[in-house]
T-cell receptor
């Protein structure tokens, strides 16, 4: 089974800090995604990457950046954390070869910015 | 642009009974996939069932089945013999079918989610 691992389950950070959320997948998937999940708003796409060093903005990229230096790792960066970035963050991956399998998700990082 | 609508923010069902979650979508595409994901309190998003639009037969996975109405752009999920472990958020999702094996950029083929339905199974 594909595994998508997010490095932290819970994080508490201070306003203005630079925050790194890490995601690693172990099945050589080309595509990786970062979502933000908030009650009543569902999942909103922040950034995605379809190859190493490639990235594209999703629906809500403001205040975030990403890094994909290796195929298996996709990092989400909050350049200067703000309280409105308190949320659940989900990482996901998928492969071109089996799009009908959908995405495989990590177990999420709940970030609180104080 | 494609949209996915789940009109029921919350639902509840008694254990052992049947419940149906609604999902509608809007697209001009003819080839696509539809999915239902489950997110229990543990937060792990789990794929429940998937449907390929070119297949007329409704998908079934054990107690989970779908009613796929392509013309009506409807994709409801039926859970039979509900169990306490079915308590979760359920998300309907749409993915445009792209040409397999080809590299692509942009948002083609990205998964588009509804806002979710919170299902509570009561003992």
């Amino acid at each position: 089974d594909v595994k998508v691992t997010q490095s932290s389950r819970y994080l508490v950070k201070r306003t203005g800090e630079k925050v790194f959320l890490e995601c690693v997948q172990d099945m050589d998937h080309e595509n990786m995604f970062w979502y933000r999940q908030d009650p009543g708003l569902g999942l909103r796409l922040i950034y995605f990457s379809y190859d190493v060093k490639m990235k594209e903005k999703g629906d809500i990229p403001e205040g975030y950046s990403v890094s994909r230096e290796k195929k298996e790792r996709f990092s989400l960066i909050l350049e200067s954390a703000s309280t409105n970035q308190t949320s659940m963050y989900l990482c996901a991956s998928t492969t071109y070869g089996q799009p009908n399998y959908g995405y495989t998700f990590g177990s999420g990082t709940r970030l609180t910015v104080v | 642009a494609q949209t996915v609508t789940q009109s029921q923010p919350e639902m509840s069902v008694q254990e052992a009974e049947t419940v149906t979650l609604s999902c509608t979508y809007d697209t001009s595409e003819n080839n696509y996939y539809l999915f239902w994901y489950k997110q229990p309190p543990s937060r792990q998003m789990i794929l429940v069932i998937r449907q390929e639009a070119y297949k007329q037969q409704n998908a079934t996975e054990n107690r989970f089945s779908v009613n796929f109405q392509k013309a009506a752009k409807s994709f409801s999920l039926k859970i039979s013999d509900s169990q306490l472990g079915d308590t979760a958020m359920y998300f309907c999702a749409f993915m445009k079918r792209t040409h397999q094996g080809m590299n692509y950029g942009g948002s083609q083929g990205n998964l588009i989610f509804g806002k979710g339905t919170k299902l509570s199974v009561k003992p």
